[in-house]
């Protein structure tokens, strides 16, 4: 079964500086990869998705990026944070737990919650 | 791709039964429908999965009528520990990748 690591779990940043959020997925070559977000009291946010390595696809415009530099990782960045990208980051790909094969089940990981100060 | 539509919130007792409907009315021919379960500072998780008709697991079952436009989350006699918020998906991540969650419905559970 997939394993999904992301880190840091916490992070508190002041406006205008840099980010960087790490994923690293195991037991899955391949997988289509996502990074939501969650804002305080709110739902989930589809931010970017990955189908292979420097694929990405971004929903939402931000002052965020995302890489995918190897089949298993995949990295949210800023160069400026502001204040409303504070909430709780969340990373997943595709699980085959109780799944019809090729359906839409997602494991996620345990999250990154980002304070912009 | 398939909008959701949730009730926001639902306030049930200990020992009752919950429905939370979902309504899809543009769902896919391709497209499953799969509601997740999170706590707070957590990520979602899997509850239960469907494509027509009603499948029952463990926890929860689902229904889901013949047009599919819409489905039903069943929690039998809930407890305090199912206070989450509960999200319906619809689609399917083999046909272009996007997933996108709905806003999901808050259950609060009292004793």
């Known amino acids: ?7 840091p779990a916490t992070l508190v940043q002041p ?12 037991g899955t070559s391949n997988p289509n990869l996502y990074w939501y977000r969650q804002a305080a009291g709110r739902g989930l946010q589809l931010l970017f998705y990955s189908v292979g390595i420097g694929q990405i696809s971004s929903e939402v415009p931000q002052n965020l990026s995302a890489s995918r530099p190897q089949d298993r990782q995949f990295i949210l960045s800023s160069k400026k944070l502001l204040l409303s990208d504070s909430g709780f980051y969340l990373c997943a ?4 737990q109780g799944a019809i094969s090729g359906a839409n089940v997602l494991t996620f990981g345990a999250g990154s919650r980002l304070t912009v100060l | 791709l398939a909008k959701t539509t949730q009730p926001i919130s639902m306030d049930s007792y200990e020992g009752q039964e919950v429905n939370i409907t979902c309504s899809h009315n543009n769902i896919a021919t391709n497209d499953y429908i799969t509601w997740y379960q999170q706590f707070p500072s957590q990520g979602p998780r899997f509850i239960i999965q469907g494509y027509k008709t009603k499948v029952t697991n463990e926890v929860a079952s689902l229904f889901i009528p ?12 809930v407890s305090l520990s199912d206070t989450a918020v509960y999200y319906c998906l619809v689609g399917a991540y083999n046909q272009g990748g996007k997933l996108i969650f709905g806003q999901g419905t808050e259950l609060s559970v009292k004793p």
């Open chain 1, 1 to 7: 079964s997939q394993t999904i690591h992301q880190w």
């Open chain 1, 15 to 26: 406006v205008g500086s840099p980010l960087s959020l790490e994923c690293t997925v195991e």
């Open chain 1, 93 to 96: 790909c595709p699980s085959s």
């Open chain 2, 66 to 77: 013949a047009d599919r436009k819409s489905s039903t989350l069943s929690l039998p006699r």
